[in-house]
């Protein structure tokens, strides 16, 4: 279901930048790696876990409209169907 202020392009850029600016150097630690995270993008907040579907839903209980944008910690893709998440360095 689309958001209604934000388009996907949107959502991604903000929840890239939000990482790699302000969340990524507290969040990309051993313990971490592997793990999703889910950030919502107009508020920074953000939920860690191993499961998408549970860390979205744990922002979206904070805001029911939350504009969501996940990442596995420390790979270039959250899933890979039919290749290999690389690891970024």
């Known amino acids: 279901m689309p958001h209604p202020k934000l388009n996907g392009e949107e959502i991604t850029r903000r929840g890239k930048e939000l990482y790699e ?48 944008w996940a990442e596995r910690i420390g790979f270039n893709a959250v899933y890979a169907v039919g290749g290999t998440l690389i690891r970024k360095v």
Do not use: C, H, M
């Open 21 to 68: 600016k302000s969340i990524r150097p507290q969040v990309e630690t051993a313990e971490n790696i592997g793990k999703i995270i889910s950030i919502n993008v107009e508020t920074g907040e953000y939920e860690i876990g191993d499961d998408l579907v549970v860390t979205s839903r744990r922002l979206q209980a904070k805001q029911a409209d939350a504009a969501i």
